[in-house]
């Protein structure tokens, strides 16, 4: 308990009270100013572009993320498929690789000046591939992300479909169920827990998206401006703006947001289940 009010209340109530603060640099330092800050950031167009920027990639990368991991697994699961162990060791790889040469890796592959897009446009004789363009860019993000994960979400399905007790194929199988009848029969509705487990940590980790964004604003700093996502606005704000206070309120508010949309998917998933 004390650790956990240390390393996670401390740093949260802190931010908070910094949040009701302003640096009034012309005018005697810091001044409380009380909820105007919250009030600024929801009337900041830029806090907003980037949070619906975040909300469009979870929208669409998230739901192909846990598809892959969820056939992933059932693929591993399911006792047709040779050599599962490798193929779980395979696809879960990646998430040991640290986001941030993750990125860095997926950026040079992606740069249209060296790497793979740049000899596929070179051997096209044309420009059209291009994974860093404003258009491609949130794919190309995806791309990476879906890339590290997939294979985290498919331990945790993988995890729920071994515990699933066995009688209840021999119940499915004493009924006649084939192999797709009992995954959507058995499998799917006794992993629906893990599901949801699964589908929160997404979308906590969409709304926190960093690394990759902002290791690849070096290769198109262009592009990729100082609030592409929610997290490197307030990132910028704090350490190249020394902007504290505001940085504070666009992280407590994103946290708000963020941890009310998680109780929602988890109270909707909780229904689902009853």
Do not use: C
Not at 66 to 76: E, G, K, M, S
Not at 212 to 241: C, H, K
């Amino acid at each position: 308990m004390l650790v956990f009010a240390l390393t996670f209340i401390a740093p949260v109530v802190y931010a908070f009270v910094l949040s009701l603060f302003r640096d009034q640099a012309f005018f005697g330092g810091t001044v409380f100013v009380g909820a105007d800050n919250y009030a600024q950031v929801l009337a900041d167009p830029k806090f907003w572009e980037s949070f619906q920027r975040v909300l469009v990639f979870l929208a669409v990368q998230v739901p192909i993320m846990l598809l892959l991991a969820l056939v992933a697994a059932l693929a591993i699961d399911s006792a047709r498929l040779h050599a599962a162990g490798f193929f779980r060791i395979v696809i879960f790889l990646p998430y040991a690789v640290p986001a941030v040469v993750a990125a860095l890796m997926w950026g040079f592959i992606y740069g249209d000046h060296f790497g793979l897009a740049a000899d596929l446009n070179h051997l096209l004789g044309t420009d059209a591939v291009k994974p860093l363009s404003q258009n491609w860019l949130l794919t190309s993000i995806g791309n990476v992300v879906t890339w590290e994960f997939v294979g985290y979400n498919m331990l945790i399905f993988y995890s729920a479909l071994k515990v699933i007790p066995k009688e209840l194929f021999e119940a499915a199988a004493i009924d006649g169920a084939g192999t797709f009848r009992t995954i959507f029969s058995v499998k799917l509705p006794a992993i629906r827990g893990a599901i949801v487990i699964a589908t929160i940590f997404s979308i906590i980790g969409s709304f926190q998206l960093f690394n990759e964004p902002n290791i690849m604003r070096n290769l198109v700093p262009n592009v990729i401006g100082t609030f592409y996502t929610p997290n490197m606005y307030a990132y910028n704000l704090s350490f190249a703006g020394q902007q504290y206070n505001y940085s504070a309120t666009v992280a407590i508010v994103m946290g708000v947001i963020t941890a009310v949309i998680a109780y929602v998917v988890q109270l909707r998933g909780t229904r689902k289940g009853m």
